[in-house]
């Protein structure tokens, strides 16, 4: 892997009574089936009982991201998946 970015989305279910670890687990597979490393899956409020996955991940520089949104997006109850950082990454 050549020059890599720091990539951190949200991934917003359906509803609340979406099965969160279901989507975490289809996203790593995702992830890895797309050349990307998993550096941390975690849950985040939003409101009234909805939680968003939020993934930070090693992507290759030379390749474009917006393939994870359009990829991650196809998961079962997934509402929608928003790049929310990318960072170069330095060493």
């Not at 969160?20 to 995702?30: D, G, H, M, P, W």
């Not at 991940?57 to 998946?81: C, M, R, T, Y």
């Amino acid at each position: 892997m050549g020059a890599v970015v720091g990539i951190m989305l949200r991934i917003m279910p359906v509803s609340p009574t979406v099965d969160l670890q279901k989507i975490k687990q289809s996203a790593e597979k995702k992830l890895k089936e797309l050349g990307g490393i998993l550096n941390k899956i975690e849950e985040q409020p939003i409101a009234f009982g909805l939680k968003a996955v939020i993934v930070t991940l090693a992507w290759p520089e030379d390749k474009d991201s917006e393939i994870l949104e359009k990829e991650l997006g196809k998961i079962k109850d997934v509402n929608s998946v928003e790049i929310t950082d990318v960072r170069r990454v330095i060493g």
